[in-house]
C-alpha cells in the first residue's frame, strides 16, 4: 500500500487535466480569492503549459459558494447548483486573467452560455486550442445541477482524450485518516479505483471515480501549494497518489 510498483505512471504526459479546487485560491483567507495564490498557481500552470505538455483546468467554486451548503441551509438543490456553477466561472475569470497577466494564452470555457465572458464548450473546438497551445479552463461544471466539479473533470478528461486527471488539494495525497488529526495516518502511493471506492477515501466522488476506472483514466492526487509540484506530477515522477486500473481490469 505505501509503495509505488514500477511503470505505475510511464513517462511524461502528453495532454492532462488539472482538477483545481475553488479552496485551494483562497490561500490563508476564508474566504474568496488570493491575489498572490492565484498568481502562484498561475504560475505553476505556465511552467507545465511551456514544458510541452498541453493542459485544461476544470475549477471549482467552493471559496464563493458551494451548492451543498445552500441545500443543507434550505435552498432548492438545482438553484444552488447553479449558483455553484456561477462561482466556478467567477474562479475561471480570475484565474484567466492571472495567467495572461503572466504572458501565456488561455480561453475559458463554459458549460453555461455567458458569451460575454467565455466560450460556450465545444469539444472540438476546446480540442483545437489545446493544439494550438492555449491553456483551457472549463467552467460551470457539466452545466447540470446535481452533478459535482469532480464529474465534470473526469467527464471533460474522457472528452479531450487526457492521459490523466491530476487532483490538485492542499494536502500531498490520499491518507488512511484525517492527517490533521490523526498522527498515525499513512499515505497512500498507490490505489486501484475499487480500493478507494470501498474505502469511501473521498479522493473524487463515486461518479467521477467510476467514470475513471471504466475508461481506465489514472488520477494522481498531490499538494498543488507545493511549488513544482505539478510539473513532477506531469513529468511522470512519483508524486502524491496515484490512483489507477484495477488489478484485473
Known amino acids: 500500500m505505501d509503495q509505488a510498483p514500477a511503470g505505475a505512471v510511464r513517462g511524461k504526459f502528453g495532454r492532462v487535466l488539472l482538477k483545481l479546487s475553488g479552496e485551494v ?5 476564508a474566504f474568496g480569492i488570493d491575489t498572490d495564490t492565484i498568481r ?8 507545465v503549459k511551456r514544458s510541452g505538455v498541453e ?3 476544470v475549477i471549482g467554486g467552493g471559496n464563493i459558494f458551494r451548492g451543498m451548503s445552500g441545500t443543507a441551509s434550505g435552498m432548492d438543490r438545482a438553484s444552488a447548483d447553479y449558483m455553484g456553477m456561477l462561482a466556478t ?3 475561471a475569470i480570475a484565474l484567466q ?35 494550438k497551445g492555449r491553456i483551457l479552463i472549463f467552467a460551470a461544471g457539466t452545466g447540470n445541477p446535481y452533478f459535482t466539479t469532480d464529474t465534470a473533470a473526469s467527464l471533460r478528461a474522457m ?4 492521459d490523466a486527471v491530476l487532483k490538485g ?10 492527517p490533521k488529526k490523526h498522527a498515525d495516518a499513512r499515505r497512500y502511493h498507490t490505489l486501484t479505483f475499487s480500493e478507494a471506492l470501498e474505502k469511501r477515501l473521498g479522493v473524487m466522488d463515486a461518479t467521477a471515480m467510476s467514470l475513471c476506472r471504466d475508461n481506465g483514466m489514472p488520477v494522481i492526487v498531490f499538494d498543488v501549494t507545493r ?6 506530477a506531469v513529468s511522470g515522477e512519483q508524486v502524491g497518489t496515484i490512483v489507477r486500473e484495477d488489478e484485473d481490469g
Open 89 to 91: 466561472v467567477m474562479n
Open 97 to 131: 486573467d492571472a495567467i495572461e497577466q503572466q504572458g501565456e494564452f488561455v480561453r475559458v470555457i463554459s458549460a453555461l452560455h455567458i458569451r460575454e465572458v467565455a466560450e460556450p464548450y465545444i469539444r472540438r473546438r476546446a480540442v483545437r486550442h489545446l493544439e
Open 159 to 162: 472528452e479531450i482524450q487526457a
Open 55 to 57: 493542459l485544461a483546468v
Open 227 to 232: 511549488p513544482g509540484e505539478m510539473l513532477r
Open 25 to 29: 485560491l483562497m490561500g490563508t483567507s
Open 40 to 47: 502562484r498557481i498561475a504560475g505553476e500552470l505556465i511552467r
Open 169 to 178: 488539494t492542499k494536502v500531498d495525497g490520499v491518507y488512511t485518516a484525517d
